[in-house]
């Protein structure tokens, strides 16, 4: 049976004119997690959204380790493994034949995989249930026609008209984002020549839960073809068609039909669950920040999709924000932490746009010269395992490290090993469980044997084993973390003094 | 930082230049591009310093 999605009632608009702190444009899952993450931390938010129900289709179905953490720490890490198909390994065919393999696992002693894949109405759906037990305001087929560099928001609703006022406001409405149309905001960047059918494809099939890519396949001879394994059976096939295919012809079941019959072999049945078809581009706003306007996800910067960077990328947007914008709110910080989403995030978004554009170039070449070295790459990756590396078919989402970030505390003393200053911090398993789910999403401290006291929720952890491996400690070291569990700083046998001025440098009040 | 070497370094050019014309010798255009092209991957391997591939990249891109 294919997927129902829910319904959400929408109700009459009745507080018209109001002021609201923090509202959200978009309940996509970017500004769904948004709206999760500071409703959590007691911020209460307005979350509009244009539609009643989730996404249509798959869309983001790769959700990257890191994600998984930033959703376990939202409290749906559980969920998440319980239904999203967990996958390492990718494989690159070129012609008949497997190229090579790659396995994304980094190593063993971590709660999640490289990836899981879950259809991206899946993730919606649970957000939006974690959204109303935490007291989010969502509205429903409340669609922002137009908003003002001050906050000041029109909407439309099926009950008609109304306008809302934002102390914050925060734009997750998506790469098409109204907000920043009405703004005059210009988004630019790369268009690929090229086109992409992409199609959720229900059926019974022996492939294993991998990625599988291939070049130039006999079955769609002279285009790239993708396949990932969803959860309820349904699969992910993206097609490369090229510039000059039709996308309202390709788009018909009748033609979508005989290319994943053709894939699949002459006895497969199967069942489409969604097709469309798109044009890449790989694009960003200058700055996200525009005084008490932020921009989030792909409303901020787009991508391509090889790679699972738009969806991940998002996240990361989400959870570097919601901590910052608590925080002042809260009055613990100045409103200058809110410019260091953009110092964080604009360097993180180059990142994936840089990867992203390098992929899609590699699968969509230019000229004869493009087309000469991606066949030499993949003539010799099969053979040599030099040439491996050189094959781009999407280099996959890696966490953002904020290594030149304003809010880290620079080692005072030289580290041989363990993640510096504006690194995730990495996942471990410790004699009570893992090592981030004992992390509180607050500023906190890990200290590996006693701390002294520094008035900071504190894990302390034996200076040997897994953990003190993975951080390169020894005993007496401390590492002081972030909300979002990115390392602010860390020292060898710090004074509370040190860990406070850090603190503070953090939160930009020194 | 390491440069691209300028100076005669190849031992037996003629040799080497004479496996390369052979090389390429009854090959169409579109598989001789592409012999160019792993022949190129090859060495840039071999070579392994990417500054000292691109510094090679932009010689030969400059005008003569």
Redesign the interface.
């Known amino acids: 049976m294919p997927y129902q999605p829910p319904r959400y009632p929408h109700h009459p608009p009745t507080d018209h004119g109001a002021r609201h702190p923090v509202i959200i444009v978009g309940g996509g899952m970017v500004g769904l997690a948004t709206a999760l993450d500071l409703a959590q931390r007691n911020i209460p938010v307005v979350l509009l959204d244009d539609d009643d129900t989730v996404s249509i289709g798959s869309r983001a179905i790769c959700h990257a380790k890191r994600s998984l953490e930033y959703l376990s720490r939202l409290g749906l890490g559980d969920a998440l493994l319980a239904k999203g198909v967990t996958w390492n390994t990718g494989r690159v065919f070129a012609g008949e034949n497997q190229v090579f393999a790659f396995d994304l696992q980094q190593e063993p002693g971590h709660e999640f995989p490289a990836f899981i894949n879950l259809q991206q109405y899946h993730l919606e759906e649970l957000l939006v249930q974690a959204c109303q037990s935490a007291g989010v305001d969502l509205r429903w087929k409340h669609r922002v026609t137009n908003a003002t560099p001050d906050g000041t928001l029109t909407i439309e609703t099926p009950h008609g008209p109304t306008t809302l006022h934002a102390d914050w406001l925060l734009a997750a409405d998506g790469a098409r984002s109204e907000i920043r149309r009405s703004l005059n905001l210009p988004f630019v960047g790369k268009v690929f020549q090229d086109r992409f059918l992409i199609a959720d494809v229900t059926m019974q099939a022996p492939f294993p839960a991998e990625r599988w890519f291939w070049f130039d396949p006999p079955f769609h001879p002279g285009g790239s073809v993708l396949l990932h394994r969803q959860a309820d059976n349904v699969w992910r096939i993206d097609f490369q068609l090229g510039w000059n295919a039709d996308p309202e012809e390709e788009k018909r079941p009748e033609n979508v039909r005989p290319r994943v019959q053709a894939m699949l072999g002459p006895n497969t049945e199967f069942e489409l669950e969604w097709v469309s078809v798109y044009t890449f581009r790989c694009r960003r706003l200058e700055n996200f920040r525009h005084n008490r306007i932020l921009f989030l996800g792909d409303a901020a910067h787009q991508v391509s999709p090889f790679g699972a960077r738009g969806g991940n990328g998002g996240l990361q947007d989400a959870d570097n924000l919601a901590w910052k914008l608590a925080a002042h709110l809260h009055g613990n910080a100045p409103e200058s932490l809110l410019d260091t989403y953009d110092a964080e995030r604009i360097p993180a978004a180059d990142e994936n746009i840089l990867n992203s554009t390098r992929s899609t170039d590699f699968i969509t070449p230019k000229n004869e010269a493009a087309h000469a070295y991606r066949a030499a790459i993949l003539e010799l990756a099969a053979n040599h395992p030099f040439a491996r590396p050189l094959v781009n078919s999407g280099r996959l989402s890696r966490p953002a490290t904020y290594q030149n970030s304003p809010l880290n505390t620079p080692d005072d003393t030289p580290w041989h090993a363990g993640p510096p200053p504006g690194t995730p911090a990495p996942d471990a398993p410790t004699d009570e469980g893992w090592l981030l789910r004992r992390l509180p999403p607050t500023f906190c401290a890990l200290s590996f044997g006693p701390a002294p006291a520094l008035g900071l929720p504190t894990l302390t952890l034996p200076p040997e084993g897994p953990a003190a491996t993975r951080y390169g400690a020894r005993e007496g070291d401390l590492y002081f973390l972030r909300p979002d569990h990115h390392i602010a700083a860390r020292w060898h046998r710090p004074t509370p003094a040190q860990v406070a001025a850090a603190h503070r440098r953090a939160l930009c009040q020194s | 930082m390491p440069e691209l070497i300028l100076t005669p370094h190849l031992q037996d050019p003629d040799g080497v230049f004479e496996a390369l014309m052979n090389a390429h010798r009854d090959l169409p255009p579109?598989a001789s591009?592409?012999l160019?092209?792993?022949l190129?991957?090859?060495l840039a391997?071999h070579i392994g310093d990417a500054e000292v591939v691109k510094q090679a990249i932009t010689l030969a891109s400059a005008p003569a």
Do not use: F, M, P
Request: hydrophobic content about 40%; glycine content about 0%.
């Open positions: 579109e591009r592409r160019d092209a792993k190129v991957l090859l391997n």
